[in-house]
Every structure is written in C-alpha cells, then in structure tokens.
C-alpha cells in the first residue's frame, strides 16, 4: 500500500513496473498487466500498460502501449504511444503524435498534433490541428481542416471544410494563399440522388431525406462558387437513359435568403427516344442558401437519378 510497493494487484495481473509515484500506479485490475516503464496505471479488467511513463489504461480490455501521459479509458480503446494522448470511447484508437482525442466510438486517428476524432466510426490521418466530428467523416492529414458531417471528407492541405454537407468532400488549397480561414479557397465534390415514380419535380440530395441545409451543395455567408455537373438517369432492364451536363455560378450574401444563381446552363448530352420528357433544372435556394438540382421524371415510370457536382470556391 505505499508508493514505493505500490496497491495490492488485481487477480491473475501481472506488474513487472517498480518505479511510481503513488500506491495506486499498478496493475490492479483484475487479469491486468503493466509490462515496465514508471508511474503507469493499468486498472480495469483485461487492461495493458506495455509501457512509458504516466500511462493510464482504465477501460475495459484497452491497452497504452508506450510513450507518455496518454489514457486509455474506453473499453477496447488504444494508445499505441505518443504523448498525452487520450482514447475516451469504446474501441477508439490513437496511433501517436500528442494532445490528441479520440472521443467518438470507433474513432480513429493515426497521429498529429492537437487532432479530435469526435464522431463515431470516423478517421483522422494525422496532420494538426483537424477536427473530425461527423459520423462515418475523414480527414486525411494537412492542417486545421474540418469534417463535420456524415460520410464527409477532407482529403488534406489547410483550412478546408464540409460545412455540415452529409456526403461532401473538399479539396482545399495547400497553403492558404488568400488567407488563413476555414474554407476561403478550395475545391468539393458531391453525388446527390433520388428514385422518382412519378413527373413531380423533385429536388436531388446527397442522403435519403428531403432536400433541406445538410444534404445539398450549400454554400457558406459572403461565398460564391462555380459548379460543373453531370446527371445521368435510368431505368431498369437496360432501359430508357438520358444524361445532362451543366454549369453554373451561384452566390450567397450574408444569408441563405440572399443566394442567387448568377447564370446556368444545363443540356442533355444523349437520350433513348422513350426519355425525351425528362428534365434537369438548377436554381438557387434561398431557404437553405444553396443550389438545387430538381429533376422531373416521367408518369408510372421508376426513374434513378446520380449527379455529381464538382465546385471551385471562394469565401470572406
């Protein structure tokens, strides 16, 4: 009980570490185990401490390999080494680098500095600075980028963001040369979609719900952006298939209500004979402060729609 011989171990641990600085720095969780290094502390069943200095594994089953200062306190997390690193959730994984947090359940980041993985099943390669929040979103590295919706992606250099588009993906400058601020210059791709039975319009998004501020190409106060997209739309069976191409330069102001489509052009490309009613048209949304891709199908006819929409942009 003294800190020299450290607390009483848990059942069927093993404690080969024998510098701490306080009683309960030892393996005293049942089945735990610390494999050396000082002041560890590896106190919940099945925990691993292999060793370092100051590593804490509390969860359940969750393992610090080395380094320093780094917890692993979710069940199942990882700290595989680095410095004061922190695994929070269940089967969260941090490879290395320090000051990172991996909050959500799954998360993982590879390494960097001062990175956050706090949406689940999401992934943050590395870099410093970025911030990876929504579900199932990456970022692959670079600098204080930004992926903060489902299935979103920024896939490195600085600054970039997915401004809470589920499914976007961007593409930002590599070293800021406008100026240091999220999103000011970079690039997005986004596949949007829809199944229609019917010649209702109907307006395309990247998710199952209807079209709204988180599943369409929205852009951010004080931006604008061109956008060149294809659509391409099919029924079963090798059926009757049509395509578009189209361009356009939209602009947002200090709110969604100030959007605007400076000017568009949409054309069909190719069509079987049996698709000629079908349409694509592009218009500003001043409800969500984005730009709506609505497609008009065809009576009893099950029609898929895919678009994709690649922008360049530039904000204030």
């Known amino acids: 009980g003294t800190a020299a011989g450290g607390n009483k171990r848990g059942s069927w641990a093993v404690d080969w570490q024998t510098k701490r600085a306080a009683a309960d720095q030892v393996a005293s969780g049942a089945a735990a185990v610390i494999g050396g ?6 106190s919940n069943f099945d925990s691993t401490v292999a060793g370092g200095s100051f ?25 595989a080494g680095g410095s004061s690193n922190l695994a929070t959730n269940s089967q969260a994984t941090i490879g290395g680098g320090r000051f990172n947090a991996a909050s959500g359940q799954y998360a993982t980041i590879a390494g960097g500095q001062d990175i956050t993985a706090s949406g689940n099943y999401t992934f943050n390669g590395g870099g410093e600075l970025n911030v990876v929040s929504g579900a199932y979103a990456s ?13 979103s992606a920024v896939l490195g250099g600085a600054y970039g963001t997915t401004r809470g588009i589920i499914g976007y993906a961007a593409f930002p400058s590599h070293d800021s040369p406008i100026a240091a601020a999220a999103g000011v ?17 109907t307006i395309l998004s990247s998710d199952a719900n209807a079209a709204g501020a988180t599943n369409q190409l929205i852009l951010a106060n004080n931006s604008a952006a061109y956008v060149f997209g294809y659509v391409i739309a099919n029924v079963t069976g090798a059926g009757d298939t049509k395509s578009w ?42 409800t969500n402060g984005g730009l709506a891709v609505t497609v008009t199908g065809q009576a009893s006819t099950t029609i898929r729609w895919a678009c994709k929409l690649e922008t360049v942009e530039v904000a204030y």
């Open 37 to 42: 290094g000082e002041n560890n502390k590896s």
């Open 55 to 79: 590593n804490q594994a509390t969860g359940i089953a969750s393992t610090v390999g080395g380094g320093s200062s780094n917890q692993a306190t979710g069940n199942q997390s990882t700290v």
């Open 139 to 151: 970022v692959l590295s670079g600098y204080a980028n930004l992926a903060d919706a489902k299935n």
């Open 185 to 201: 210059s970079q690039g997005g791709l986004v596949i949007l979609g829809r199944q229609t039975t019917d010649a209702t319009p």
């Open 245 to 286: 191409i189209m361009s356009a330069t939209v602009k947002r102001g200090a709110n969604a209500a100030s959007t605007t489509v400076v000017g568009s052009i949409v054309a069909s490309q190719q069509a079987d004979a049996g698709a000629s009613t079908w349409d694509v048209t592009v218009a500003a949304d001043t």
